[in-house]
């Protein structure tokens, strides 16, 4: 099967000349002439990799990779940015797998890109014969190994480590029986790992006795996992802040310490202590993080809560 490639860049004969290199090495292959033609394009072709000019009109090269990057349909896409600045731009080290400055060769960049597609597939025929592999979230993403891993029918323990966290998935015979990941547990923890999008993983193949905890394919949780990410990005964007410590207003304690509330209530506004993290708030929220979001976003947004910026910590749902 012809692998495809998007070639972005607005000249004319740079796009005629890749074209011609890939498809003489039996790629298919499309082009855009600038960045917002190119989303449009890679949303519907689904490339497997994308050669990305740094300069263009409308929106640049950097601008798109990061759309294309923060979207699941695409955001695992390999990309190879190609530039006549010299040094890579700021903010392109975490969206390209390689940078090629101009002028190039035309043979070294189609080398550079058959490299990046070669180190994929020698990946996926890894966890298709059932062998133990590793690898970076980068280059294939949670939802895809789930995937993967299904179709394989693989036994065995998959291992996710992000920033000192870790996360692991149990199959058998390709089933998911269950996840862990800090306090939560089946598919509250999957949800969680969608998130992930960047660190290294792991897969051992050795026998499971785990009891199953997920009754649902990987498909069912890679649909309702972007369904998820998407609506937790949605209220995140009407929060303050990942760093921001929340706190109940004093003259809100005051009126809510007169009215009767339910333990539940009660359990989740002590969360608020002015102490915690939007993140620390979210984790210790239960194992339906969205619904806690949907809460605060409440909360917020009738003034019950005032901030404040604390150091460290991230929160991606």
Not at 157 to 177: D, H, N, P, S
Not at 238 to 267: D, F, Y
């Amino acid at each position: 099967m012809k692998r495809k490639v998007l070639i972005v860049d607005d000249d004319r004969l740079i796009l005629e000349m890749l074209t011609f290199g890939l498809q003489r090495g039996n790629m298919e292959t499309k082009t855009a002439n600038n960045g917002v033609e190119a989303l449009q394009i890679a949303w519907d072709f689904q490339p497997d990799i994308i050669i990305m000019d740094i300069m263009m009109p409308l929106i640049d090269g950097v601008e798109a990779a990061s759309v294309l990057k923060n979207h699941p349909r695409t955001s695992k896409i390999p990309i190879i940015f190609v530039s006549g600045k010299g040094t890579p731009p700021d903010g392109t080290k975490n969206l390209a797998e390689a940078y090629v400055e101009k002028p190039f060769r035309l043979e070294d960049l189609v080398s550079r890109v058959q490299a990046v597609l070669k180190e994929r597939e020698t990946l996926a025929k890894e966890i298709k014969e059932d062998k133990d592999f590793f690898g970076k979230l980068s280059l294939i993403g949670f939802p895809d190994l789930l995937q993967i891993l299904e179709q394989g029918r693989n036994t065995g323990t998959l291992t996710l480590t992000k920033e000192g966290k870790e996360g692991m998935v149990y199959f058998q015979a390709g089933r998911i029986l269950d996840a862990t990941v800090g306090k939560q547990r089946g598919k509250g923890a999957i949800y969680r790992l969608f998130s992930w999008d960047k660190g290294d993983f792991s897969f051992r193949s050795e026998p499971v006795s785990v009891p199953p905890a997920i009754h649902a394919s990987a498909t069912e949780l890679v649909l309702e996992g972007i369904r998820r990410l998407d609506e937790g990005r949605r209220l995140l964007s009407e929060l303050p802040g990942l760093r921001v410590v929340l706190s109940i207003r004093a003259e809100m304690k005051k009126k809510l310490g007169s009215k009767k509330l339910s333990p539940e209530l009660q359990s989740f506004l002590q969360m608020f202590d002015g102490k915690k993290t939007l993140e620390e708030i979210v984790d210790s929220g239960g194992e339906d993080e969205i619904e806690t979001l949907r809460q605060i976003v409440k909360l917020h947004g009738a003034g019950l809560l005032e901030e404040k910026l604390a150091g460290g910590g991230t929160f991606g749902v």
